[in-house]
């Protein structure tokens, strides 16, 4: 088994695991507004010393890469590497809705209805929606069916999915809920469950068996969405 240090912080919660040779893993999640970035290195030192482990000896590092909040995808980016530099690590880059999708196939809730199909939608802030839809499988985790996307709540594509989870059902409700046409009440839904170090790291130990990991040069945020804000000449458009 491999020896992979996970870490996230594409969200508002600060997130560290540590998986040594198949055991337990270590794992803190903090939620944080603006300290992950002094929490973050020392959570890995003091959980490596606790694990009596040498960063150099872990076999690679995995760092969610968003989509998620600017700021904090670049964060744990910088962080993994230059963790990932400094003892010639390889590192794995793994997305946030595929941390999550890990994560969920994993709840009671999912696993009672265990449905083919299934959507992760987060809220990407800005009144629109980051989602992508999934087919479970049985000896491997989900798979991802196309690329993520980024619309409002009401243009996601429920159609065939019968289990939609992450944070854009609380954040817009029925706008999310309702958005197949027809409407259906079917679909089971799981407003709470978030990205995790732990979500980083099962996707993580998939792509290391693989050989899915890669060079650290080759590493980047993944952004959907091209731009953040308006210029003033699009902001006066929109009032006119």
């Given at each position: 088994m491999a020896n992979i240090l996970a870490i996230d912080t594409s969200s508002a919660w600060c997130s560290v695991a540590l998986s040594l040779?198949?055991?337990?893993?270590?794992?803190?999640?903090?939620?944080?507004?603006?300290?992950?970035?002094?929490?973050?290195?020392?959570?890995?030192?003091?959980?490596?010393?606790?694990?009596?482990?040498?960063?150099?000896?872990?076999?690679?590092?995995?760092?969610?890469?968003?989509?998620?909040?600017?700021?904090?995808?670049?964060?744990?980016?910088?962080?993994?590497?230059?963790?990932?530099?400094?003892q010639r690590l390889p590192v794995i880059p793994v997305a946030s809705l595929d941390a999550i999708a890990a994560q969920v196939i994993q709840t009671p809730a999912f696993q009672k209805i265990n449905p083919k199909h299934f959507m992760i939608a987060v809220d990407a802030r800005m009144d629109e929606v980051y989602w992508v839809k999934y087919e479970k499988c049985e000896q491997k985790l989900p798979v991802r069916?196309?690329?993520?996307?980024?619309?409002?709540?009401?243009?996601?594509?429920?159609?065939?999915?019968?289990?939609?989870?992450?944070?854009?059902?609380?954040?817009?409700?029925?706008?999310?809920?309702?958005?197949?046409?027809?409407?259906?009440?079917?679909?089971?839904?799981?407003?709470?469950?978030?990205?995790?170090?732990?979500?980083?790291?099962?996707?993580?130990?998939?792509?290391?068996?693989?050989?899915?990991?890669?060079?650290v040069q080759d590493l980047e945020p993944l952004y959907i969405r091209d731009k953040v804000a308006l210029t003033t000449a699009e902001r006066m458009e929109a009032f006119k």
């Amino acid at each position: 088994m491999a020896n992979i240090l996970a870490i996230d912080t594409s969200s508002a919660w600060c997130s560290v695991a540590l998986s040594l040779d198949g055991q337990e893993p270590a794992f803190r999640h903090e939620a944080v507004t603006a300290g992950a970035s002094q929490l973050l290195l020392p959570w890995i030192e003091a959980m490596l010393e606790a694990s009596n482990f040498k960063l150099g000896e872990l076999d690679a590092i995995a760092v969610g890469i968003g989509p998620g909040a600017f700021t904090g995808v670049r964060l744990g980016v910088a962080a993994a590497q230059g963790l990932a530099i400094s003892q010639r690590l390889p590192v794995i880059p793994v997305a946030s809705l595929d941390a999550i999708a890990a994560q969920v196939i994993q709840t009671p809730a999912f696993q009672k209805i265990n449905p083919k199909h299934f959507m992760i939608a987060v809220d990407a802030r800005m009144d629109e929606v980051y989602w992508v839809k999934y087919e479970k499988c049985e000896q491997k985790l989900p798979v991802r069916m196309g690329n993520i996307h980024l619309s409002k709540p009401e243009d996601i594509d429920l159609t065939g999915i019968q289990y939609l989870a992450g944070s854009a059902i609380k954040e817009y409700g029925e706008r999310v809920l309702q958005a197949t046409k027809p409407p259906t009440s079917e679909i089971a839904a799981d407003p709470d469950i978030a990205v995790s170090a732990l979500g980083i790291l099962d996707v993580a130990i998939q792509m290391q068996q693989e050989g899915r990991s890669c060079d650290v040069q080759d590493l980047e945020p993944l952004y959907i969405r091209d731009k953040v804000a308006l210029t003033t000449a699009e902001r006066m458009e929109a009032f006119k």
